[in-house]
């Protein structure tokens, strides 16, 4: 029984020196550090341990180190940081050089007097004077405990890298929670360890008092059969014990490793995002230098396209986005699933009239004069071709200059991480004088294209012109950082260019959460395009993403071709630090749904390690067969070029084990080109010639109309204080619109009737009879309300 004992008090005395090894793992200090003096691996004198901030195991100061004979001792400043003792010349040195450093876990210290110390690690010696012995102790004492430290580091975990800093102070406040519980557990389980070992005791004492008295022989066995089950219960108890104290072992050096391997991810985090910072600085800094230097204004540098590559790459005439950017993305997994060569034009001349075989060896040469892939760039939006069309209506070319306001974004967005962008109340600081609802229309600017895809007679090359328009809404984007406003609900936009471009268009806000807006667009040169796009957007952190979510749908007139496509996510990026940039990345996939020709076109994301293009589109027009047809290249913000092809193979194996296909193909044609920015555009919000008249005063439009917002007025008007409380008093006006809805939904639910309701003023829900989704589709009536200036039915949402 005293053996058992004896196993006891040992398990208790190894949970107190657990228990009382706890708060040292929590606030990461070297044991001696604290106020404890002589702390455990350390062996110092009572005052030894050298004064250091809370929660650091650093210590830093200066010593004098022998160099040589000729110039002897000479003054260094040392750093004893994570086990490494590292020297300098000065303070200043500690930026960027490093004279020496000596490992302390296979460090041997040694006094030779009163102020020396002698450190020698392998082939490596370094003799230490201090300026008293006093010093040299508090030295010596850190020394020690730093080397005590290294050496349970390195058997806790030899894989580990040792390179522990101390916890911030939130950390330490999330640790000393499990940290305090743990240590009431122990302290319970020591308690039971000392009963355990009391009772035994005495149980053992009681069994050999009644096996010292005269039983009769039946109770002398059945004392017989206690005594073995008490030995069980001692022998269980240990058992019991010694699995604790295992378990507590296995415990405490699992949480050093997990505590080591948290510490070291939020070291790696706090690195990156002051290296992104740096980064950020330093990329400012270069701007403004280039910028500052003479016969660099026009940034007349060009990139020469090359044909067999089949890349496109062109030249960019102003400065680039991408000098200041702070995050980048690695190249694409993915390889281009198809390469393009350039076919031989004399093997391959036009034969009939044809388009699809047009070919010579320049793009120029695929120029005919009845040839619907006339130079699209050629004409601007406000040009018009058309015989039946008015000229057009002379329109604002600028508005007031956006005003230097400075705001902090980040102190703004940090408590919004997460959320649904729309739900964000944001200043209009960080908008454009535009809604949602013009931004959408803006996506007819290239409205041309399709003029010129009605005269196709070839479904494969009305494609390639749909697909060169559903790349050119992403034009306007490139500098456009700025938030479009949020309608409000029953907010309407109505664009109407029927006399001179021939088109006119209707958006409407048709739900507020989530955000979603309806949009219309009748021509009268042969075709029609219709949409119901919701806005889903998340905040990152560093990035937002914005994915459009709905279907396009665009139809022509007089052969009932059909397309149907979706938007690709767009991206804002350096959130935090560095200048806004935007990408667009994904793909889309184009369907004709009557002849079933399909378009893939691939939006490359941006990387600093690829040697493409940045934002690069590529492409293949196929028939229902599956037969590629064109090649579609290009990028979103300049241009886009279609290539016929004549001839198409399979190449050889990438390595990732996909097959390439090699197309060859004629010469490019440039389908559609950017329309260059207005004069002083970086002053009105980067806004094209099309977005400057979008918000322009009109008469007979509806009460509902975006023009008609005033918050968006002010702001366009420099007005910007005044438009933030004019935004607040339209978004509590639109809360209680909302408030009252849900009252009425509440009254009728108590009465048993049927409430219905948010219903769109110029929109109805019909499922579409093409991807069977519940689409808001223009029901009529807006432009009749217009001709007879009867609005009696809008809403007073202003």
């Not at 450093?101 to 004077?129: F, M, P, Q, W």
Request: proline residues 5%.
């Amino acid at each position: 029984m005293g053996k058992a004992a004896a196993l006891c008090g040992g398990g208790t005395r190894g949970l107190v020196s657990l228990l009382s090894a706890v708060p040292c793992l929590a606030c990461h200090e070297l044991p001696a550090m604290s106020a404890e003096p002589g702390g455990r691996g350390g062996g110092g004198p009572a005052g030894g341990p050298p004064a250091a901030p809370p929660g650091s195991d650093t210590y830093k100061g200066w010593l004098f180190k022998w160099t040589n004979y000729l110039k002897g001792y000479q003054r260094r400043w040392f750093v004893l940081s994570n086990g490494l003792l590292s020297y300098y010349r000065t303070q200043a040195e500690m930026a960027h050089t490093c004279r020496g450093t000596i490992n302390l876990s296979t460090a041997h210290i040694d006094t030779e007097d009163s102020c020396n110390i002698v450190l020698s690690n392998g082939g490596r010696t370094y003799h230490l004077k201090a300026n008293s012995e006093v010093e040299r102790q508090r030295w010596v004492t850190a020394l020690e405990l730093a080397k005590a430290k290294a050496i349970r580091m390195r058997n806790n975990q030899s894989d580990d890298s040792g390179d522990e800093e101390p916890a911030s102070q939130s950390d330490k406040s999330e640790l000393h929670g499990p940290l305090k519980t743990l240590s009431s557990k122990l302290e319970d389980l020591s308690t039971c360890n000392e009963l355990i070992a009391k009772h035994g005791a005495a149980l053992q004492r009681s069994l050999s008092e009644l096996e010292s008295l005269r039983l009769p022989a039946d109770s002398g066995e059945k004392i017989k059969a206690v005594n073995e089950r008490a030995t069980l219960f001692r022998i269980t108890s240990n058992a019991m014990i010694n699995a604790c104290r295992d378990f507590l072992d296995l415990a405490e050096s699992h949480s050093r490793k997990w505590q080591r391997l948290l510490q070291h991810e939020r070291e790696q985090r706090i690195r990156l995002e002051e290296t992104i910072e740096q980064l950020a600085k330093q990329h400012n800094s270069l701007e403004r230098a280039c910028r500052g230097a003479p016969g660099l204004a026009s940034g007349t540098a060009s990139i020469s396209s090359t044909a067999k590559a089949g890349s496109v790459q062109s030249a960019k005439g102003e400065a680039s986005d991408e000098d200041e950017e702070t995050e980048y993305f690695d190249a694409m997994e993915d390889a281009p699933a198809f390469i393009t060569v350039t076919a031989d034009p004399k093997h391959h001349r036009r034969s009939g009239s044809n388009l699809s075989g047009a070919s010579e060896g320049h793009p120029e040469d695929w120029n005919l004069e009845d040839s619907v892939f006339e130079s699209s760039n050629q004409s601007s939006y406000n040009e018009s071709t058309g015989k039946d069309l008015l000229p057009r209506k002379r329109r604002r070319t600028r508005i007031p200059d956006k005003p230097n306001y400075s705001l902090n974004l980040w102190s703004i967005m940090k408590n919004c991480i997460g959320k649904e962008l729309s739900k964000i109340p944001m200043p209009v600081n960080f908008n454009e004088p535009l809604s949602m609802l013009q931004r959408l229309t803006e996506d007819l600017e290239y409205h041309e294209l399709l003029d010129k895809a009605v005269k196709c007679e070839s479904s494969t090359e009305q494609m390639c012109f749909v697909a060169a328009f559903s790349v050119s809404s992403y034009s306007t984007t490139v500098h456009r950082t700025a938030k479009p406003f949020n309608p409000l609900l029953g907010e309407t936009y109505e664009l109407d260019r029927l006399e001179e471009l021939g088109f006119r268009s209707l958006c409407e806000q048709v739900s507020h959460h989530p955000p979603a807006a309806a949009h219309h667009v009748y021509s009268r040169r042969g075709w029609t395009l219709w949409q119901e796009i919701t806005i889903a957007s998340k905040f990152r952190g560093k990035y937002l993403s914005i994915m459009p979510l709905g279907a396009i749908h665009l139809e022509f007139h007089s052969s009932g071709n059909h397309y149907v496509w979706r938007k690709v996510t767009s991206t804002v990026h350096n959130i935090i630090v560095g200048k806004l940039w935007i990408d667009q990345s994904g793909e889309i996939e184009i369907v004709n749904h009557k002849s079933k020709d399909k378009c893939q076109l691939k939006f490359t994301p941006y990387s600093y390690f690829s040697r493409d293009v940045p934002r690069k589109v590529t492409g293949v027009v196929s028939d229902a067969d599956g037969k590629a047809h064109y090649v579609m290249s290009g990028t979103w913000d300049e241009k886009m070029e279609c290539s016929k092809i004549v001839h198409s193979s399979h190449g050889s194996t990438s390595t990732e084990g996909k097959q390439k296909t090699v197309y060859q193909t004629l010469s490019p044609k440039v389908l559609w080109r950017k329309y260059p920015l207005p004069e002083n555009a970086e002053n009105m919000y980067f806004f094209s010639e099309l977005a400057l008249t979008l918000n322009e005063p009109e008469e007979r439009v509806a009460p509902t109309d975006s023009r008609l917002r005033p918050d968006q007025r002010l702001m366009e008007s420099g007005r910007w204080d005044e438009a933030n409380v004019e935004k607040q008093r339209l978004e509590e006006k639109q809360r209680a619109v909302r408030r009252r809805r849900e009252a009425e939904a509440v009254e009728a639910l108590e009465e048993g009737k049927d409430y219905e309701g948010y219903i769109p003023l110029w929109f109805e829900r019909k499922v579409d009879a093409v991807t069977g989704e519940l689409i808001c589709v223009y029901k009529g009536g807006y432009w009749e309300a217009k001709d007879k200036q009867d609005w009696s039915v809008c809403p007073d949402i202003f």
